[in-house]
């Protein structure tokens, strides 16, 4: 019998993204024969498995975890590429699994995250078995643990497509609630001004200088309503600025309503499904006109 060498495991993993046991089963049953191992994986796997990670997961699932003491807790993004397998128990379970893992075990980062023990393999081999019986590429997009300086508090909106995590110092549970509630609903990109990133306010700033500058205003007039426009942006996008979504009057911000419970929110985490992620967009009327000319070339 052809000795089954990792390097086999390997190339074969490659070209069809099946678990490493399984891949080495195949190449056993093959006798080292790639091809014929492939087949067998394909017989196996229903097809299901070859170049699954080459495409885009853009869909997905926000899992949060927080231990018993709220002391500890994780925000993770999974994604997968269609919003029907995001439903899926078992890859819901793996989102879990994964947010607890982080928690329990702190990995340094998502590769640290994939070598983890989970059910009879690794992270990885649980995702890649997973892959192979759904047929759906998946991935561990991000994480954040959080080791409190208070209490943590989550919310989980729109079929876990948007989660916040919370570190409330002081306040109660209601009042962790609602701010993890309000940060869902308005998205603040920073806790604070000095937390917003230089890149974010230099373009604001250029935009409006722009505007200001095609109405025809002296310099100086032009750098008051920039500076203006900047700081009215900055109450928009931090979470101290911003108005409570749950203040009736309209009046209220965040920094205010915090004050006025003698509490302080230390840091958070807001995570939406595929935030960045280019999706690929597709014509199906194009596409048949294509496959119709096709043809008719033929």
């Known amino acids: 019998m052809a000795e089954i060498t990792a390097a086999m495991v390997k190339e074969l993993r490659e070209k069809t993204d099946a678990p490493m046991m399984e891949c080495k089963k195949a ?7 790639l091809g014929r191992a492939e087949e067998i994986l ?10 699954a990670a080459t495409r885009v997961t853009a869909e997905g699932v926000v899992a949060v975890h927080i231990g018993a003491d709220g002391s500890v807790g994780t925000i993770l993004e999974v994604n997968c590429e ?39 393999g690794t992270v ?8 192979g019986r759904i047929g759906e590429n998946m991935s561990l997009r991000r994480f954040r643990r959080f080791e409190a300086a208070g209490k943590l508090a989550s919310y989980v909106h729109g079929g876990a497509k948007i989660g916040v995590l919370v570190d409330l110092v002081g306040g109660d549970e209601s009042l962790a609630r609602d701010i993890a509630m309000h940060i869902a609903a308005s998205k603040p990109v920073a806790l604070s001004r000095d937390e917003v990133p230089a890149e974010l306010i230099e373009k604001e700033r250029s935009i409006a200088a722009e505007k200001a500058a095609e109405q025809g205003k002296p310099p100086e007039i032009v750098q008051k309503m920039v500076e203006g426009t900047v700081q009215k942006y900055l109450k928009e ?6 108005i409570f979504v749950k203040d009736p009057e309209g009046k209220q911000t965040i920094e205010q309503l915090l004050k006025a419970k003698g509490a302080k929110v230390a840091a958070f985490a807001l995570y939406v499904v595929g935030e960045g992620i280019e999706k690929k967009q597709s014509d199906f009327a194009a596409e048949v006109a ?9």
């Not at 190449?27 to 024969?33: K, S």
Request: aromatic content about 2%.
């Open 27 to 33: 190449l056993t049953e093959a006798g080292g024969d």
């Open 42 to 51: 394909r017989v196996k796997l229903g097809n299901k498995a070859t170049k």
């Open 82 to 120: 269609t919003d029907f397998v995001a439903k899926n128990d078992d890859f819901l379970q793996l989102a879990r699994d994964c947010a607890e893992l982080v928690s329990t075990r702190s990995p340094a980062d998502l590769a640290a995250l994939s070598a983890l023990p989970l059910g009879s």
């Open 124 to 131: 990885e081999s649980t995702r890649t078995a997973l892959v």
């Open 237 to 242: 996008v931090t979470l101290l600025g911003q």
């Open 290 to 298: 294509a496959q119709a000319a096709a043809a008719a070339a033929r």
